[in-house]
């Protein structure tokens, strides 16, 4: 495959923990996320949506928390994450946000709230920042979102990208296929990469490509890459935490490991109360007044 390199990273400095070893006592912030780069240290990212699961993963070290548009298959109940709404998105950044103290946090811009304008995008993009009170903001799309990205860095919002496979464009793609298979595919994947680097987005999302293709827009990457079905060549990895810990009913795309099985877990829980409720043994003394 011959495609045209993006703009060389930047040589790399002694090796340091900027993020899980150097900062403890504020947010971590997009010069941390570029220092990681530059040290070759990688990162976790987790997606997030209530202020108890957030403070779980914050206290665990996870330096960036998503709160994702992902919220709407596994939190909401609808089958894509398309119906979710700004209203919705500023409720639950605003709950990872006062339940968490360290990790940076990123919002996802969900559809129909960034496409129609940059202006649309702007107003809000500022209401995640000024009503949730979230670090930065994620928006899908390479070229065709370069300039929205543009005006937004500009207004002094931090913008982290997100291309290849885009879930907002689930009805376009006809599912969720892999993306940037192919000479032209590839192509268009390395120019949407270029395009939201120059437009200065602080990292990028690289959803279900080829590994090979993936590693090469890392190794030629300024801005820091964050893989979910990327292989392992990226700078940072992100799963949603209803997939990693097995949560999420049925079966779970490829590119997940599941380090738990919560779904079991609270499944044999909640069996348990039900149990004890039925023969009479809970509430026993121990959880009575008298």
């Not at 002694?14 to 070893?21: D, F, M, S, V, W």
Request: aromatic content about 6%.
């Amino acid at each position: 495959m011959n495609a045209s390199p993006l703009q060389p990273a930047q040589p790399q400095d002694a090796p340091a923990q900027a993020l899980y070893g150097g900062v403890t006592n504020r947010r971590v912030t997009v010069r941390d996320l570029a220092k990681a780069k530059r040290q070759g240290e990688r990162w976790a990212m987790l997606t997030a949506y209530d202020a108890l699961t957030a403070g779980v993963f914050d206290e665990a070290g996870i330096p960036v928390l998503l709160v994702g548009d992902s919220a709407g298959n596994c939190h909401l109940g609808y089958e894509t994450t398309v119906p979710v709404t700004m209203d919705q998105m500023v409720m639950l950044s605003a709950a990872v946000v006062r339940g968490t103290r360290r990790a940076l946090v990123v919002a996802d811009l969900p559809f129909g709230s960034y496409q129609e304008s940059p202006a649309q995008a702007m107003h809000n993009a500022a209401r995640l920042m000024k009503e949730a009170g979230v670090q930065a903001v994620k928006l899908e799309g390479g070229e065709r979102s370069a300039r929205t990205i543009e005006l937004l860095v500009e207004a002094g919002i931090p913008v982290m990208a997100h291309i290849g496979l885009t879930p907002q464009s689930v009805h376009a793609f006809g599912g969720y296929p892999v993306q940037g298979r192919g000479d032209e595919a590839a192509h268009q994947l390395l120019r949407d990469a270029k395009a939201v680097q120059q437009a200065g987005a602080f990292a990028v999302v690289l959803e279900a490509v080829p590994a090979e293709l993936a590693a090469q827009v890392t190794e030629h990457s300024a801005i820091p890459t964050v893989g979910i079905g990327g292989g392992n060549g990226t700078d940072a990895q992100v799963l949603v935490w209803t997939d990693f810990a097995g949560m999420t009913a049925g079966r779970v795309p490829k590119f997940v490991k599941q380090y738990a099985n919560l779904r079991a877990t609270l499944a044999q829980a909640a069996t348990a109360f039900a149990a004890d409720v039925r023969d009479g043994s809970f509430p026993g003394p121990e959880h009575s007044f008298e």
